[in-house]
């Protein structure tokens, strides 16, 4: 099967359960260890972000995550059922006044780690593409 996918509540702790779904797709897809490591951080972020920001850790809303197997590439698709937000005008990670801050690193970190990074539906759905080759 070329497509997997989960879907769990806004809780933080299901964190592990996204974790383990990666594993699980590092078997099924013969993933190596580099591409493994990145799809790791930058999905349980992508979907941390979905948890936080998108559905406000609502327990009653869903955070989808799905992985598809194409030739050469796998895409992890994480949607939540939030707001969305403008990913166009996000304030840059690397600026001076931003290297302190706590937070709004998440995309910028998961622009570093995917090969492609799309955000469909209002910011609500975002796709990582990750190849294999």
């Given at each position: 099967m070329k497509h997997i996918s989960i879907e769990?509540?806004?809780?933080v702790e299901n964190i592990r359960i996204v974790e383990s779904f990666i594993d699980n797709a590092k078997e099924k897809y013969h993933?190596?260890?580099d591409v493994y490591g990145n799809i790791m951080i930058a999905v349980v972020e992508s979907v941390n972000n979905a948890i936080l920001h998108g559905n406000k850790t609502d327990k009653t809303k869903n955070?989808?995550?799905s992985a598809n197997l194409l030739e050469g590439q796998v895409i992890f698709s994480i949607t939540d059922e939030g707001p969305g937000f403008d990913h166009k005008n996000l304030p840059?990670?690397?600026a001076p006044e931003n290297l302190e801050k706590v937070g709004g690193r998440g995309i910028f970190i998961m622009k570093n780690?995917?090969?492609e990074i799309q955000f469909k539906d209002e910011g609500r759905t975002v796709e990582l593409t990750f190849y294999l080759d």
């Open positions: 769990i509540p806004s809780l993933l190596t260890d955070v989808r995550l840059d990670p690397t780690l995917a090969d």
